[in-house]
C-alpha cells in the first residue's frame, strides 16, 4: 500500500531564513508527487507536482522541490521564508489518469510551518 | 473561470441525521473526487466520480455515498451521522489531462 511519511509535526523557522519540509513515500509504481499548503480555514492549494523528467522542480510562490528516487524522498525548500508562508503544509503520492480522473491521493500528515520574526 | 465551490460552508447535525453537501468543479472538469479531513486521521480519500461514474472509493463505511449528476456537479452524502463524522470534507475538481487536483475551500461539518 503507498504512504507517506512527513517526518516533522512542527517547524519553526525565523522570517528570512531557509525552509526544507521532508516527505518520504512508499509507492509501488513510479509516483506522482504533490505539495499542497492549506491555511487555516482554507482549502488545499497546490504548490508544484512532479510527474517524470526534471527531478528538481518549481512551484508557485518561490517554493521546490527535489525528486530523489534513491531516498524515496519528495522535499520542499524556500530559499528565504516570509511570514504569509506560515501554515499547514502536505505532501501527497497517487496516480491521476490521462484523460481525467484520478485515483485518490494519499497524503501525509502534515507539517505545521511557524514563522518567527 | 471560477473555481472550485462547495456548499454550505459550515454546518451543524446531530447525531443519528443525515446531511448532504454539495461540489460544483471548474467548468470543464468531468471529474470529481472528496476527501475527508480531521485532526486525528488527517485527509482521507472517500470516493471519485468521473462522467456520472464512481470509479473508485476509498476505505470508508458504506453510510458514506455520493453521485454526479450530468453538469458534473456532485453531491455527497453522510447517513446516521455518527460524532466521528465530524470533519472538513474537501472536495477537489480533477483537470481533464488528470494531472492536478483543484481543492474547494471544503465543508466544515460538526455533529453533536
Known amino acids: 500500500a503507498q504512504s507517506v511519511t512527513q517526518p516533522d509535526i512542527h517547524i519553526t523557522v525565523s522570517e528570512g531564513a531557509s525552509l526544507e519540509l521532508r516527505c518520504n513515500y512508499s509507492y509501488g509504481a513510479t509516483p506522482y508527487l504533490f505539495w499542497y499548503v492549506q491555511s487555516p480555514g482554507q482549502g488545499l492549494q497546490l504548490l508544484l507536482k512532479?510527474?517524470?523528467?526534471?527531478?528538481l522542480v518549481q512551484g508557485i510562490k518561490g517554493f521546490e522541490a527535489e525528486f530523489k528516487r534513491s531516498q524515496s524522498s519528495f522535499n520542499l525548500r524556500k530559499p528565504s521564508v516570509h511570514w504569509s508562508d506560515a501554515a499547514e503544509y502536505f505532501c501527497a503520492v497517487g496516480t491521476l489518469y490521462s484523460g481525467g480522473g484520478a485515483d485518490g491521493l494519499t497524503f501525509g500528515k502534515g507539517t505545521h510551518l511557524i514563522i518567527q520574526p | 473561470k471560477a473555481g472550485v465551490t462547495q456548499t454550505p460552508r459550515y454546518l451543524i447535525k446531530t447525531r443519528g441525521q443525515q446531511v448532504t453537501l454539495s461540489c460544483s468543479p471548474i467548468s470543464g472538469h468531468r471529474s470529481v473526487s472528496w476527501y475527508q479531513q480531521t485532526p486525528g486521521q488527517g485527509l482521507q480519500f472517500l470516493f471519485e466520480y468521473f462522467s456520472e461514474t464512481q470509479r473508485n472509493k476509498g476505505n470508508f463505511p458504506g453510510r458514506f455515498s455520493g453521485r454526479q449528476f450530468s453538469n458534473s456537479r456532485s453531491e455527497m452524502n453522510v447517513s446516521t451521522l455518527e460524532l466521528g463524522d465530524s470533519a472538513l470534507y474537501l472536495c477537489a475538481s480533477n483537470t481533464p489531462e488528470g494531472n492536478e487536483q483543484y481543492f474547494g475551500p471544503g465543508t466544515r461539518l460538526t455533529v453533536t
Open positions: 512532479y510527474f517524470s523528467g526534471d527531478t
